[in-house]
């Protein structure tokens, strides 16, 4: 009998504590990302996403920014009300169609994206990229099969590595 060996219940305990311990570092991963972004530049990991998605652009609607951002409307209206409440965004109606409000971004916006790093999830997506299909293919079956392990059908996600909730405020 080989002693080295542990028992099967061992196995699986140590397997599960393994996953959890996996899942526990990538939300500290995220929350700390999050928490060092608000510390320092005074913005959200959403916010970051939507000033840069409008970055160098000339202006655009709401509804394209919410598109391209894979977030609902009312979402995006939410953050770029923080947005604009910070001086990072400017909103004004389209002088050819009055029902259209334009975004873009402020000199103070432009400034802040100079300095603010990347959002954690275009460095996890550089790296991502970086592996082998069948890796990619891996790890995104893996995934879906934790998310539906823990969340209900309900809950629908955007492609935003944060924690809490998207239009959180950071005082506004």
């Known amino acids: 009998m080989n002693r080295d060996l542990p028992s099967p219940v061992k196995t699986q305990a140590s397997v599960s504590d393994n996953v959890l311990i996996s899942l526990r570092r990538i939300i500290q991963a995220i929350d700390l990302h999050s928490r060092q972004l608000?510390?320092?530049?005074?913005?959200?990991?959403?916010?970051?996403?939507?000033?840069?998605?409008?970055?160098g652009q000339e202006a655009m609607t709401v509804s394209e920014v919410a598109r391209q951002v894979s977030l609902k409307q009312a979402t995006v209206t939410d953050i770029l009300n923080r947005l604009e409440g910070k001086g990072l965004v400017l909103r004004e109606k389209d002088t050819n169609d009055r029902r259209q409000v334009l975004v873009k971004e402020t000199?103070?916006?432009?400034?802040?994206?100079?300095?603010?790093?990347?959002?954690?999830?275009?460095?996890?997506?550089?790296?991502?990229?970086?592996?082998?299909?069948w890796k990619q293919n891996m790890i995104l079956a893996a995934l879906q099969l934790?998310?539906?392990?823990?969340?209900?059908?309900?809950?629908s996600a955007a492609p935003i590595l944060s924690t809490g909730l998207l239009t959180d405020t950071l005082g506004s």
Do not use: N, W, Y
């Open 38 to 55: 608000a510390r320092q530049h005074g913005i959200t990991t959403p916010q970051l996403i939507i000033l840069k998605q409008i970055q």
């Open 107 to 133: 000199d103070v916006g432009k400034k802040l994206l100079k300095t603010a790093p990347s959002p954690l999830q275009e460095t996890f997506l550089e790296k991502f990229e970086d592996l082998e299909d």
């Open 146 to 155: 934790v998310g539906t392990m823990m969340a209900d059908d309900e809950i």
